[in-house]
C-alpha cells in the first residue's frame, strides 16, 4: 500500500533541492507566496496532472504543500489512491514562513490575494448575515444561516470544506489554462 509522511519546515528545507514540490492551492494564494521551486497544481485539478505527477514521482521524491497542511494531506491521500507516495509539509507555508524560511514572490504577483480559508470565513459571515436580517422579513431566510452553521459544523468534524470547494472554482481562483499547461510541462521534464 502507497503511503505518505509528513516533513517538518527543517527536514523539507534541507531536502528542498531534493524534492518536487507541488502547491496545491488556488493560483492567487500560489503568487502571494510559495516554497522556491514550488508548482502550482490547484487540488481540484490533480486528476487531471494524474500521468504528469505519476512520472515525476518516478525520477523523485514529492512534497505537497498547502496554506495549513489540510488540503496537501487531502492530496496525499488522493495521490496516494493512484500509487503515488508523497510527503507532505506540516503546517504549510504558514508554517515554512513563521520558522524563518524564504517564500519566492514572483515579480509583478498579486499580493492582495485572499487565502482560501480567509474567503470562507468571508463568504460565511455575509451569508449568516444576510439570513438574519432578510430572516426578520421572512424567517425562511434564516433557514441560510442555520445551513451555513450545518455546514460548518460539518466540516469541523471532517476535516472538509464544501464552500472552500465553491469557492475554488470562481474565475479569481482559477488558475489560466495556459499557466496550468506550462506547470505540467515543467512538471514532466523535471
Given at each position: 500500500?502507497?503511503?505518505?509522511?509528513?516533513?517538518?519546515?527543517?527536514?523539507?528545507?534541507t531536502?528542498?533541492?531534493?524534492?518536487?514540490?507541488?502547491?496545491?492551492?488556488?493560483?492567487?494564494?500560489?503568487?502571494?507566496?510559495?516554497?522556491?521551486?514550488?508548482?502550482?497544481?490547484?487540488?481540484?485539478?490533480?486528476?487531471?496532472?494524474?500521468?504528469?505527477?505519476?512520472?515525476?514521482?518516478?525520477?523523485?521524491?514529492?512534497?505537497?504543500?498547502?496554506?495549513?497542511?489540510?488540503?496537501?494531506?487531502?492530496a496525499?491521500?488522493?495521490?496516494?489512491?493512484?500509487?503515488?507516495?508523497?510527503?507532505?509539509?506540516?503546517?504549510?507555508?504558514?508554517?515554512?514562513?513563521?520558522d524563518?524560511?524564504?517564500?519566492?514572490?514572483?515579480?509583478?504577483?498579486?499580493?492582495?490575494?485572499?487565502?482560501?480559508?480567509?474567503?470562507?470565513?468571508?463568504?460565511?459571515?455575509?451569508?449568516?448575515?444576510?439570513?438574519?436580517?432578510?430572516?426578520?422579513?421572512?424567517?425562511?431566510?434564516?433557514?441560510?444561516?442555520?445551513?451555513?452553521?450545518?455546514?460548518?459544523?460539518?466540516?469541523?468534524?471532517?476535516?472538509?470544506?464544501?464552500?472552500?470547494?465553491?469557492?475554488?472554482?470562481?474565475?479569481?481562483?482559477?488558475?489560466?489554462?495556459?499557466d496550468?499547461?506550462?506547470?505540467?510541462?515543467?512538471?514532466?521534464?523535471?
Open positions: 500500500m502507497t503511503t505518505h509522511h509528513t516533513l517538518d519546515t527543517d527536514q523539507a528545507r531536502r528542498l533541492h531534493e524534492l518536487i514540490v507541488l502547491d496545491v492551492r488556488t493560483p492567487g494564494e500560489y503568487a502571494t507566496g510559495h516554497l522556491p521551486g514550488a508548482l502550482n497544481i490547484p487540488l481540484d485539478h490533480l486528476d487531471k496532472a494524474l500521468p504528469d505527477i505519476h512520472h515525476a514521482a518516478q525520477r523523485g521524491d514529492i512534497l505537497v504543500v498547502c496554506a495549513s497542511g489540510t488540503r496537501s494531506e487531502n496525499c491521500h488522493a495521490l496516494a489512491a493512484h500509487g503515488i507516495t508523497t510527503a507532505t509539509l506540516a503546517g504549510g507555508t504558514g508554517a515554512w514562513a513563521a524563518g524560511h524564504p517564500l519566492h514572490r514572483p515579480d509583478g504577483a498579486r499580493r492582495t490575494a485572499w487565502s482560501m480559508e480567509r474567503q470562507v470565513r468571508l463568504t460565511a459571515g455575509a451569508v449568516v448575515l444576510t439570513g438574519l436580517t432578510l430572516g426578520r422579513l421572512r424567517p425562511a431566510f434564516r433557514l441560510a444561516s442555520a445551513g451555513i452553521a450545518g455546514g460548518l459544523a460539518f466540516s469541523a468534524v471532517t476535516d472538509t470544506c464544501g464552500m472552500a470547494a465553491l469557492l475554488a472554482k470562481l474565475p479569481h481562483n482559477r488558475p489560466h489554462q495556459g496550468l499547461e506550462a506547470t505540467l510541462t515543467t512538471l514532466r521534464n523535471h
